[in-house]
């Protein structure tokens, strides 16, 4: 599909939705510590208790993200800026590559965003996670065909 039926996401409009998307992943987060703290008495530990709850946090945003992303192309904060998740085809994204843009734009984030920031040099204003899971984040778009 061009580009004109599937308007590309600016690197700003991204940037709001991930500040925006911060909060419910929080919230998960706060959920997930009162677990741990329930069962171990703290919930910030070190050595493999502190792996494992790092690897649960991970997870859940993962989780947050990809089951949005699957259902509608949305999270709370790309809904917020109409934006939408979408295959390079334009149908909906797979799983397999929810999961991947999801670890690659983690990997951008831990790398100071570079990921996100070579959109701008990009010919196809792609991020890594974009390129990489055969995704793309559009603007102002309809529900995807499946």
């Known amino acids: 599909m061009s580009d004109i039926q599937h308007p590309r996401a ?10 925006y ?10 959920v997930a510590a ?20 790092f ?14 992303w699957r259902r509608g192309g949305q999270t709370l904060g ?3 800026w109409r934006l939408r998740v979408v295959a390079a085809s334009g149908g909906s ?19 100071g965003g570079l990921g996100f920031w070579w959109a701008w040099i ?4 792609l991020t890594w996670h974009d390129r990489i899971s055969g995704t793309r984040m559009t603007r102002g778009q309809e529900k995807p065909s499946s």
Do not use: K, M
């Open 93 to 111: 994204a797979t799983a397999r590559a929810a999961w991947l843009r999801y670890a690659v734009g983690g990997v951008s984030l831990l790398a």
């Open 10 to 19: 600016l690197i700003g409009w991204r940037l709001l939705a991930l500040v």
């Open 78 to 80: 790309a809904r917020a």
């Open 34 to 53: 009162g677990v741990f703290t329930a069962i171990h008495g703290d919930s910030v530990r070190g050595g493999w208790l502190g792996l494992l709850e």
């Open 122 to 125: 990009d010919r196809d204003r």
């Open 55 to 68: 690897a649960v946090l991970w997870l859940l945003a993962g989780l947050y993200a990809v089951l949005s």
């Open 21 to 30: 998307d911060f909060f419910p992943v929080l919230g998960l987060w706060f």
